[in-house]
T-cell receptor, first 116, second 113 residues
Framework: AQKVTQAQTEISVVEKEDVTLDCVYE???????LFWYKQPPSGELVFLIR??????QNEISGRYSWNFQKSTSSFNFTITASQVVDSAVYFC?????????????FGTGTRLLVSP | KAGVTQTPRYLIKTRGQQVTLSCSPI?????VSWYQQTPGQGLQFLFE???????NKGNFPGRFSGRQFSNSRSEMNVSTLELGDSALYLC????????????FGPGTRLTVT
């Protein structure tokens, strides 16, 4: 069965610090997709990134960067120069794909608190 | 483009009652999924609909059901509510036919007393 582990329950940083959120996954599929979502206090899950299993290039988007390593089954997320607005719960997810369906398996989330 | 909308945003029901939640996907998205989020179990997949057909179902009792209409709007129903059904119910839509990302609505917060 597919599984996503986010071992960090809560991280507290001071504004402008860099922070890395860890994500480790388990799957027997050779083709799979990984996602990161942000959940601010309002409750809505906001899509951040999708990565497929055959593309191990790191990705950078502004202050956000993602490091995907198949050898360690990890898909870590780094926020550079954190800001108070980054405070939220961040979820890593793995998709189980089938003919016509997609089921996301989520980790337990990491709560990030950025203080001024 | 308007995002995923869910109604109502908040609901308070009594044990034993039933409830219907509604979801309107992003225009052009034909796949709709439902998730339940609780502090104890986290985010769990309920079911996914595409072309008015349930394509996949999570590990939930038969009290949880859903449907999708020809305009891709979806509803989920929970009958004989239990206290443990109190949760945030999130709907997500995506472009069907590929491993596209899901976009989530703001959720419906259901409280069962």
């Amino acid at each position: 069965a597919q599984k996503v582990t986010q071992a960090q329950t809560e991280i507290s940083v001071v504004e402008k610090e860099d922070v890395t959120l860890d994500c480790v996954y388990e799957t027997r599929d050779t083709t799979y997709y990984l996602f990161w979502y942000k959940q601010p206090p309002s409750g809505e899950l906001v899509f951040l990134i999708r990565r497929n299993s055959f593309d191990e290039q790191n990705e950078i988007s502004g202050r956000y960067s993602w490091n995907f390593q198949k050898s360690t089954s990890s898909f870590n997320f780094t926020i550079t120069a954190s800001q108070v607005v980054d405070s939220a719960v961040y979820f890593c997810a793995l998709s189980e794909e089938g003919t016509g369906f997609q089921k996301l398996v989520f980790g337990t989330g990491t709560r990030l608190l950025v203080s001024p | 483009k308007a995002g995923v909308t869910q109604t109502p945003r908040y609901l308070i029901k009594t044990r034993g009652q039933q409830v219907t939640l509604s979801c309107s996907p992003i225009s052009g998205h034909r796949s709709v999924s439902w998730y339940q989020q609780t502090p104890g179990q986290g985010l769990q997949f309920l079911f996914e609909y595409f072309s008015e057909t349930q394509r996949n179902k999570g590990n939930f009792p038969g009290r949880f059901s859903g449907r999708q209409f020809s305009n891709s709007r979806s509803e989920m129903n929970v009958s004989t509510l239990e206290l443990g059904d109190s949760a945030l119910y999130l709907c997500a839509s995506r472009i069907a036919g590929g491993p596209y990302e899901q976009y989530f609505g703001p959720g419906t917060r259901l409280t069962v007393t």
